[in-house]
C-alpha cells in the first residue's frame, strides 16, 4: 500500500460470463477485482481488503456515494466488455494496493496493451523500465489486484503459450477468445 491512511471501500459481487466477480473501490477508484467471488473465497478477499485498507470494506449499498459511483461505472465497463466491446476501461482506479515496479508493470499494461493484443513478460518489462525483469513481470502478474480491468490475461509466454493465470486458464482462454486472441470454444 502506498500510504498509512484509512481508506474505506464499497464492494458488491458481480456475476459474469467468467464466473462471480467481486468488485471493491475507494472514494479514489475501483482498487480491486477478485475472480470466482463467492463462499471462502469472498470472505477471504473482503478480510484481506480490510487489513490491506485500514478498513472494512461495506456492502456498496453502505458506502461513500463516489465509492458506489466507482462501482457502478466498473459494473457496466464490464457488462460492456463481456458484451464484446473493444473500448478501454475508464474507470477510475485506485493503486494503493501495488506500488514500485509492480506498479509501473501494471500502470503500462492498462495504458499500452489494448484489446484484441499481447504482450510477452519481457517486453513488458522492457518497456516498464527494467529489461531484466521478466520473473518480476510474472510475479507481478500474479500480484494485480485488478484483473480483466488492467488485463494480465494480455500477458503471453515467450513462446506464444498462454503460461499461468490467477483466475485459472479456463478463464483466461475465455477472455482471450473474447476478444479474438484465442479461437471461441467450440462448445
Known amino acids: 500500500m502506498t500510504d498509512t491512511?484509512?481508506?474505506?471501500?464499497?464492494w458488491r459481487p458481480r456475476e459474469t460470463p467468467i464466473g462471480p466477480l467481486?468488485?471493491?473501490?475507494?472514494t479514489e477508484g475501483l482498487v480491486n477485482v477478485v475472480f470466482h467471488a463467492r463462499g471462502r473465497t469472498l470472505d477471504r478477499a473482503l478480510a484481506r481488503l480490510h487489513a490491506?485498507?485500514?478498513?472494512?470494506?461495506?456492502?456498496?449499498?453502505?458506502?461513500?456515494?463516489?465509492?458506489?459511483?466507482?462501482?457502478?461505472?466498473?459494473?457496466?465497463?464490464?457488462?460492456?466488455?463481456?458484451?464484446?466491446?473493444?473500448a478501454p476501461f475508464t474507470v477510475p482506479l485506485d493503486w494503493s494496493l501495488t506500488e514500485g515496479f509492480p506498479a509501473r508493470v501494471l500502470r503500462e499494461l492498462a495504458t499500452g496493451v489494448p484489446y484484441g493484443t499481447t504482450v510477452g513478460y519481457?517486453?513488458?518489462?522492457?518497456?516498464?523500465?527494467?529489461?531484466?525483469?521478466?520473473r518480476a513481470v510474472g510475479a507481478a502478474m500474479g500480484a494485480n489486484p485488478l484483473p480483466v480491468v488492467v488485463p494480465c490475461h494480455r500477458v503471453l509466454e515467450s513462446s506464444g503459450a498462454i503460461g499461468g493465470f490467477g483466475g485459472g486458464l479456463e478463464t483466461k482462454r475465455a477472455l482471450l477468445a473474447l476478444e479474438g486472441v484465442l479461437p471461441q470454444p467450440l462448445f
Not at 22 to 26: F, I, M, S, W
Request: hydrophobic share 55%; net charge negative; proline share 8%.
Open 5 to 10: 491512511l484509512v481508506r474505506p471501500a464499497a
Open 22 to 26: 467481486l468488485l471493491a473501490a475507494t
Open 52 to 86: 490491506r485498507l485500514g478498513a472494512g470494506p461495506l456492502p456498496a449499498a453502505q458506502a461513500p456515494a463516489s465509492a458506489a459511483g466507482h462501482l457502478d461505472a466498473a459494473a457496466a465497463a464490464l457488462d460492456d466488455y463481456f458484451a464484446g466491446s473493444p
Open 122 to 134: 519481457q517486453d513488458l518489462a522492457v518497456r516498464a523500465g527494467d529489461a531484466g525483469a521478466a
